[in-house]
């Protein structure tokens, strides 16, 4: 999981959007509201929106994904990783109880979880 990810929020041009994802190295944005997750933006949606004309008029809110695959920060990862499976997530966004996102895993953290396991190099963070 990556911890304090990066966010935006739903008035975020594209082209801004491609430049934080890009400068990060990052896939994956949770859209925040006045501090509300209302959504994630990935860099499949901007793709997509950039092909569009009058991209230079789109937000993030035209593209985003609503109501994004939440869990706490305690799910077991046999759990996250198997319902991001069933449902083809790319990402779940790791809330605490008072909403506020602490961490984001990806499906890239998942092949990174698994590849350990195979190697049995894998070692669950202690709580």
Request: charge should be negative; aromatic fraction near 4%; glycine fraction near 6%.
């Given at each position: 999981?990556?911890?304090?990810?990066?966010?935006?929020s739903?008035?975020?041009t594209?082209?801004?959007?491609i430049?934080?994802?890009?400068?990060?190295?990052i896939?994956?944005?949770?859209?925040?509201?006045?501090?509300?997750?209302v959504?994630?933006?990935?860099?499949?949606d901007?793709?997509l929106?950039?092909?569009f004309?009058?991209v230079?008029?789109l937000l993030i809110?035209?593209?985003?994904t609503?109501?994004?695959?939440?869990?706490p920060?305690?799910?077991?990862?046999?759990?996250?990783v198997l319902?991001?499976?069933?449902?083809?997530?790319?990402?779940?966004?790791v809330?605490?109880?008072?909403?506020?996102?602490v961490g984001?895993?990806?499906?890239?953290?998942?092949?990174?979880?698994?590849?350990?396991?195979l190697?049995?190099n894998f070692k669950?963070?202690?709580?």
């Amino acid at each position: 999981m990556s911890t304090l990810p990066y966010t935006t929020s739903p008035q975020t041009t594209i082209d801004q959007a491609i430049k934080v994802m890009k400068e990060h190295h990052i896939r994956h944005l949770p859209v925040e509201d006045s501090g509300h997750l209302v959504g994630v933006v990935t860099d499949g949606d901007i793709n997509l929106a950039a092909s569009f004309s009058h991209v230079e008029s789109l937000l993030i809110d035209d593209v985003m994904t609503r109501k994004p695959y939440t869990i706490p920060p305690h799910t077991p990862i046999d759990h996250v990783v198997l319902t991001m499976a069933e449902h083809k997530y790319g990402c779940a966004i790791v809330k605490q109880d008072n909403g506020k996102i602490v961490g984001i895993f990806t499906a890239n953290d998942a092949l990174r979880v698994l590849g350990e396991i195979l190697q049995g190099n894998f070692k669950p963070l202690e709580h």
